[in-house]
Nanobody, 120 residues
């Protein structure tokens, strides 16, 4: 089983940038699809982005397309989410997840989350 730990959250002004990291332990990381979700208070968890095992293919939710970039470094067992042009509505707890399925990414195992707060 892979264990995930997010980091990099914090407080940022609107228009700013943050890069989230998700460090994975476990020998199956390099073969797993990885993704990011977020959950704002009172809202359902929202899918943001997924990346295949090689890092060669990605897809995004429309709400973040063009602003967020997912990437991974299999030599470091880490997946990243670069977030640019942040808006107050991006405020949420951000979670990374892993899944055996890339095309139908739902998240089979999860990190504990990291808070991102965007001030106006």
């Amino acid at each position: 089983q892979v264990q995930l730990a997010e980091s990099g959250g914090g407080l940022v002004q609107a228009g700013g940038s943050l890069r989230l990291s998700c460090a994975a332990s476990g020998r199956t990381f390099s073969s797993a699809a990885m993704g990011w979700f977020r959950q704002a208070p009172g809202k359902e968890r929202e899918f943001l982005a997924a990346i295949d095992w090689s890092g060669g293919s990605t897809y995004y939710a429309d709400s973040v397309k063009g602003r967020f970039t997912i990437s991974r470094d299999n030599t470091k067992n880490t997946v990243y989410l670069q977030m640019n042009s942040l808006k107050p509505e991006d405020t949420a707890v951000y979670y990374c997840a892993g899944d055996s399925s890339y095309g139908n990414f739902k998240g089979e195992y999860w990190g504990q989350g990291t808070q991102v707060t965007v001030s106006s």
